[in-house]
């Protein structure tokens, strides 16, 4: 056992990657081609629906300013998305001049839920952005239920859920307009920075992919592969440069087929913790349901029935035993730039307030291993003085 200090997260790459990666490198193909292709396949396949449209780009962020792009918010709409969430969930809606309204969320999952949705719906609602918080899964088929009723586009914000089942169903395959995904460092799998928008719809697949280099009408690869002249093509809109190179796609190939292991450690590890806690008084993440399955990208643990100490002193207590924790999330509503801007105050949000102030998140990630799960519950044992 080591007792150097264990970060709160740390990626996971194999010589499978770095070779990959070496290869592209080699290759003299170093941006989008081949491989963002290949990944792209196998990432369709991985979510096991034939009809469904991957598109590799450069971060989750991106895929989602492409994806409400492409089903045409613009300014004047209003795109409803929770509050407890990262910056980038809103951020994309004022790319497009829209303006976002925020909901709170459940107690329980942390999950913006369908009562919120409902009530946050004017006449100017176009969109909703779900959030499956550290890897639960929204309620999608009441949220996908009302957004049909009211004729309001839904695109998932996945970040965490991947893979995520719900009601037997991966997320990325349910029915909504578009789903993204990120592999940013930290993710469930990464590609250091990147993410990949996924649609049934063929309007939304071929805009994304239009967009994402440009506004041109096809993408680079295909370019040099088709019987048009190599130099030939046609821009058709102003464009964004959101495609994914191929030495990040190298590590996604390899990242992808080791998904199904991570899988099943970061479940051993979310098992292993609720069993140490189990006769504490710690607030525990909601377990899914027996068709569902949680991805535990975060392990959100609540201190709110421990009193002698605050969230803040927690964490930095956890720090000096060695183990790195943080904080998931400071909610939209008291950031600066959204809080002035669309006047939000705590009171509007009593949920996200009170789950914010007392949550932390403590280390899960398949490199860990569980002599180090050992030693994070120990110290969250000794922090909490609990015998
Ligand atoms: C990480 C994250 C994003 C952004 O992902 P990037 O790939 O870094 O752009 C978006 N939404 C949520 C909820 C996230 O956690």
Redesign the pocket.
């Given at each position: 056992m080591s007792y150097s200090f264990l970060p709160y997260a740390l990626p996971e790459i194999g010589d499978a990657e770095i070779n990959e990666v070496v290869s592209s490198l080699k290759s003299g193909w170093i941006t989008t081609g081949p491989k963002a292709k290949k990944f792209e396949l196998a990432f369709s396949s991985f979510l096991g629906r034939e009809d469904i449209e991957s598109i590799a780009v450069n971060?989750?962020?991106?895929?989602?300013h492409l994806a409400l792009e492409a089903v045409g918010v613009q300014p004047g709409d209003e795109v409803i998305v929770p509050t407890y969430?990262?910056t980038?969930?809103a951020e994309i809606v004022r790319y497009l001049g829209a303006t976002p309204v925020f909901v709170d969320v459940d107690f329980e999952s942390y999950n913006m839920t369908a009562s919120s949705f409902r009530a946050a719906i004017t006449p100017k609602t176009k969109a909703v952005v779900p959030?499956h918080?550290a890897g639960l899964a929204c309620d999608m088929d009441s949220i996908l239920a009302i957004a049909k009723e009211f004729n309001i586009k839904v695109i998932e914000?996945a970040?965490?859920a991947l893979p995520t089942y719900y009601k037997g169903r991966l997320i990325g395959t349910l029915d909504s307009d578009a789903t993204v995904f990120?592999?940013?460092a930290n993710?469930t799998m990464t590609t250091g920075?990147?993410?990949m928008v996924v649609t049934t719809n063929l309007d939304i697949a071929k805009r994304c992919k239009v967009m994402r280099l440009h506004g041109i009408s096809k993408d680079a690869f295909d370019r040099y592969s088709s019987t048009k002249p190599a130099w030939s093509y046609e821009v058709v809109a102003p464009g964004y440069k959101y495609n994914m190179p191929d030495i990040s796609a190298a590590i996604g190939i390899h990242q992808l087929k080791r998904l199904p292991e991570f899988k099943v450690k970061r479940e051993q590890l979310a098992k292993y913790y609720f069993e140490a806690f189990k006769d504490m008084h710690i607030g525990l993440a909601k377990l899914p349901q027996e068709d569902s399955s949680h991805a535990w990208?975060i392990f959100p643990i609540q201190l709110s029935n421990y009193k002698g100490i605050t969230r803040d002193q927690f964490i930095s207590r956890m720090s000096e035993l060695g183990v790195g924790c943080s904080v998931h999330f400071i909610p939209l509503h008291l950031h600066p730039y959204w809080r002035d801007t669309f006047n939000l105050s705590p009171e509007m949000f009593p949920v996200a307030q009170h789950l914010f102030e007392n949550e932390v998140s403590i280390p899960l990630y398949t490199r860990m291993s569980l002599e180090d799960a050992e030693r994070v519950v120990k110290a969250v044992k000794q922090v909490l003085s609990y015998d």
């Amino acid at each position: 056992m080591s007792y150097s200090f264990l970060p709160y997260a740390l990626p996971e790459i194999g010589d499978a990657e770095i070779n990959e990666v070496v290869s592209s490198l080699k290759s003299g193909w170093i941006t989008t081609g081949p491989k963002a292709k290949k990944f792209e396949l196998a990432f369709s396949s991985f979510l096991g629906r034939e009809d469904i449209e991957s598109i590799a780009v450069n971060s989750a962020t991106s895929g989602l300013h492409l994806a409400l792009e492409a089903v045409g918010v613009q300014p004047g709409d209003e795109v409803i998305v929770p509050t407890y969430t990262f910056t980038a969930t809103a951020e994309i809606v004022r790319y497009l001049g829209a303006t976002p309204v925020f909901v709170d969320v459940d107690f329980e999952s942390y999950n913006m839920t369908a009562s919120s949705f409902r009530a946050a719906i004017t006449p100017k609602t176009k969109a909703v952005v779900p959030v499956h918080f550290a890897g639960l899964a929204c309620d999608m088929d009441s949220i996908l239920a009302i957004a049909k009723e009211f004729n309001i586009k839904v695109i998932e914000d996945a970040a965490h859920a991947l893979p995520t089942y719900y009601k037997g169903r991966l997320i990325g395959t349910l029915d909504s307009d578009a789903t993204v995904f990120s592999f940013y460092a930290n993710k469930t799998m990464t590609t250091g920075e990147g993410g990949m928008v996924v649609t049934t719809n063929l309007d939304i697949a071929k805009r994304c992919k239009v967009m994402r280099l440009h506004g041109i009408s096809k993408d680079a690869f295909d370019r040099y592969s088709s019987t048009k002249p190599a130099w030939s093509y046609e821009v058709v809109a102003p464009g964004y440069k959101y495609n994914m190179p191929d030495i990040s796609a190298a590590i996604g190939i390899h990242q992808l087929k080791r998904l199904p292991e991570f899988k099943v450690k970061r479940e051993q590890l979310a098992k292993y913790y609720f069993e140490a806690f189990k006769d504490m008084h710690i607030g525990l993440a909601k377990l899914p349901q027996e068709d569902s399955s949680h991805a535990w990208h975060i392990f959100p643990i609540q201190l709110s029935n421990y009193k002698g100490i605050t969230r803040d002193q927690f964490i930095s207590r956890m720090s000096e035993l060695g183990v790195g924790c943080s904080v998931h999330f400071i909610p939209l509503h008291l950031h600066p730039y959204w809080r002035d801007t669309f006047n939000l105050s705590p009171e509007m949000f009593p949920v996200a307030q009170h789950l914010f102030e007392n949550e932390v998140s403590i280390p899960l990630y398949t490199r860990m291993s569980l002599e180090d799960a050992e030693r994070v519950v120990k110290a969250v044992k000794q922090v909490l003085s609990y015998d």
